[in-house]
């Protein structure tokens, strides 16, 4: 019988995630900070944990854990996917679209320095306005609004902070259409 239960239960492996770096980035760790530069710029993020270790050897960055459980897994899947990220940053950026959607009264929007303003939004006399992160570069085109970093969490927040300065709660965004909206998330059309 004893033999039997020793048979049955499979030897647990250790965890580990290799991701190969692309040519043109450069590759720093210290204290649990991955610093990752390229073209477009450096990204930085914090990976210190002590269930999961970050390293870099040749032309890989290596993500281990010791022995299997499901929680390692998650967070050596959620490790690669935000290097992932940060590769493509560096590399080729994070671009962000939104819409400037004004009905009735011509809504005028301007970027000075690290301010967006945002003028006669619903016939308004004091103008909104949004002091930017640093970190993206911010462009206003006609109708459309622009975000680019390095980093997608930046790109992605201001993008919100943006959309959210408009927004006008207990009003029916089916009738009441004014305002900002996000268009296109780094390459993915929102519906």
Known sequence: METENKSRKAKKKDLIAEIKIPEGLSVSIDKGILTLKGRKGEVKKDFSDKKITV??????????????????????KSY??????????SLEGHKYMLKICSGHFPMNVSVNK???????????KVPRVLKLK???????EGDKISVESASKEI?????????????????????????????????????
Not at 55 to 76: C, P, Q, T
């Open 55 to 76: 390293e870099s050897k040749n032309d890989l960055i290596i993500l281990k854990a010791g022995k299997f459980s499901k929680v390692k897994k998650k967070l050596i």
């Open 80 to 89: 690669a996917a935000h290097i992932k990220n940060m590769i493509k940053g």
């Open 114 to 124: 690290d301010e967006l303003t945002v003028k006669n939004f619903l016939g308004e």
């Open 134 to 140: 640093e970190g993206a570069a911010v462009k206003v």
């Open 155 to 191: 790109a992605g927040q201001i993008s919100a902070d943006i959309e959210q300065l408009t927004r006008r709660t207990r009003y029916d965004l089916r009738i009441f259409q004014d305002g900002i909206y996000i268009t296109d998330k780094d390459g993915k059309e929102v519906r």
